[in-house]
C-alpha cells in the first residue's frame, strides 16, 4: 500500500514511489481571484506585467561621434601646410597628418610618400598597412678653413 499520506494535516503525499506536495494554501482575507484589481494594470503585457515591475528599459542610443568633413583634394593652403609643418613633426604617420591636416587617409599618404621622395621626412618602419616616419635630420654645414 503505497499510495497512503504521512500527515493528515496537509503534509507531503505519496502518490505511488514518488513524493508529491499537497495544493497551496490560500491566503486568509485577500481575494486572489481578480476582483480587487486597478484598472490600470489590466492592458499590461507579458513582458511588463507583475506588481510592482518597473517598465522595461530600453536599450540607450550609445555615443554618436560627429562626422569628420576631411578633405579629399590637396588646395594650396592644405599643401603648404604639409611642406611647412609635417617635416618639423617627431612622429609622422597617416593618423597625425589626417587629423592635423584635416585631410583623408590616402591623400596623407599619398603626402608622406612624396615628402619622402624630397628627403623632407625619413622611413623609421615601412610596411603594409603602418607607415612611421620621422624628421630628417639637419644636415651639419661643414666649416671653411
Known amino acids: 500500500s503505497t499510495q ?6 496537509g503534509g507531503p503525499v505519496v502518490l505511488g514511489k514518488y513524493l508529491t506536495m499537497p ?6 482575507g485577500k481575494d486572489t481571484k481578480g476582483k480587487g484589481k486597478d484598472q490600470k494594470g489590466a492592458g499590461k503585457g507579458k513582458k511588463e506585467g507583475g506588481g510592482g515591475k518597473a517598465k ?3 536599450w540607450s542610443k550609445g555615443k554618436v561621434r560627429e562626422k569628420l568633413n576631411n578633405a579629399i583634394l590637396w588646395d594650396k593652403a592644405t599643401r ?17 597628418v589626417s587629423d592635423r591636416l584635416k585631410v583623408n587617409g590616402s591623400l596623407a ?22 607607415l612611421i616616419y620621422t624628421r630628417e635630420a639637419p644636415k651639419e654645414v661643414e666649416a671653411e678653413n
Not at 497512503?4 to 494535516?9: E, K, L, V, Y
Not at 495544493?23 to 486568509?28: F, T
Open 4 to 9: 497512503s499520506t504521512w500527515d493528515s494535516g
Open 23 to 28: 495544493p497551496k494554501a490560500k491566503p486568509k
Open 56 to 58: 522595461k528599459k530600453k
Open 80 to 96: 603648404d601646410k604639409l611642406y611647412a609643418e609635417v617635416p618639423k613633426y617627431k612622429v609622422i604617420t597617416v593618423a597625425v
Open 109 to 130: 599618404r599619398q603626402g608622406l610618400r612624396v615628402l619622402e621622395k624630397e628627403g623632407l621626412i625619413k622611413a623609421v618602419c615601412k610596411s603594409k598597412s603602418c
